[in-house]
């Protein structure tokens, strides 16, 4: 019996609490294109929910966008199961 340790990500803002627990995921990160991606997700994510909720609406829509983009990324993926020892990641789209 083979077991799968597998890291399911709910949503954009899922993404960004588990990211924000330990930033050294995306600080430490040898390719520079993912750590920027990541680090923007969470900035877009912050934005949307700690600023001025006058622009909720685009703060959600850039966060989801770039939300939508990373989960398709396989630099991404292979980071996050290398940091997190995982085997697989699963992304939720709602």
Not at 19 to 46: N, Q
Not at 61 to 74: F, K, S, V
């Amino acid at each position: 019996m083979e077991i799968v340790k597998v890291m399911r990500v709910e949503s954009a803002v899922g993404l960004y609490r588990i990211l924000d627990r330990d930033r050294s995921v995306f600080e430490s990160c040898d390719d520079e294109v993912v750590a920027s991606r990541l680090g923007l997700l969470c900035d877009y994510a912050a934005e949307y929910l700690y600023g001025c909720k006058c622009d909720e609406d685009s703060n959600w829509a850039r966060m989801d966008r770039e939300y939508r983009e990373l989960i398709g990324d396989d630099a991404v993926h292979n980071r996050l199961k290398e940091f997190y020892g995982c085997d697989r990641v699963d992304f939720v789209l709602l």
